[in-house]
């Protein structure tokens, strides 16, 4: 029987309210107050047990860090998923894009805008919605193993 997989997955929303859709802010001085907990110890990511990391994902290790260690090679794990495209995996060749729905491309005084109908045009950031998902598992065989994924649909306004 396979082992549970414990993943620590971080969510972020793709596309913010700023036209440009970047992520990005400060974090706030309540945040920084709450990284003050003394660090008393760090982990290195291929020391981590499913144990350790269930219960890093709990909370239950806020003084310990997991240490990504500088020029570290993991395995990385790739999903895309939604209503516009996906990630079709094969085993005889590369994982390939599938286009779900026909989707159009037009740079127009050199903004790129989207389309499914050839009438409608929004920028990207309109254009889309979903959530971009980064995880870490640790596998029997491969060990820790970075899951990077995104899960896309197409953004559809209230007066469509």
């Not at 239950?60 to 990385?76: C, G, H, R, T």
């Not at 005084?109 to 971009?132: A, C, D, I």
């Not at 820790?144 to 896309?152: F, H, M, Q």
Request: with cysteine.
């Amino acid at each position: 029987m396979k082992k549970c997989l414990k993943y620590l997955f971080f969510t972020v929303a793709l596309f913010t309210t700023s036209y440009g859709g970047a992520i990005s802010k400060d974090i706030p001085a309540s945040y920084e107050k709450a990284f003050e907990i003394e660090i008393l110890d760090f982990i290195n990511v291929h020391d981590l047990t499913e144990d350790t990391l269930s219960d890093f994902i709990m909370g239950k290790m806020a003084s310990i860090a997991i240490e990504f260690p500088e020029n570290i090679q993991l395995p990385l794990e790739l999903f895309l998923e939604g209503d516009l495209i996906s990630l079709v995996k094969t085993e005889d060749s590369s994982p390939y894009i599938k286009f779900n729905k026909s989707i159009y491309l037009r740079n127009y005084n050199g903004n790129l805008y989207l389309s499914t109908n050839l009438k409608q045009w929004k920028p990207f950031e309109v254009f889309v919605t979903g959530k971009l998902q980064v995880g870490l598992s640790i596998k029997e065989v491969e060990g820790p193993v970075i899951t990077l994924g995104a899960e896309l649909h197409e953004r559809i306004s209230p007066t469509e």
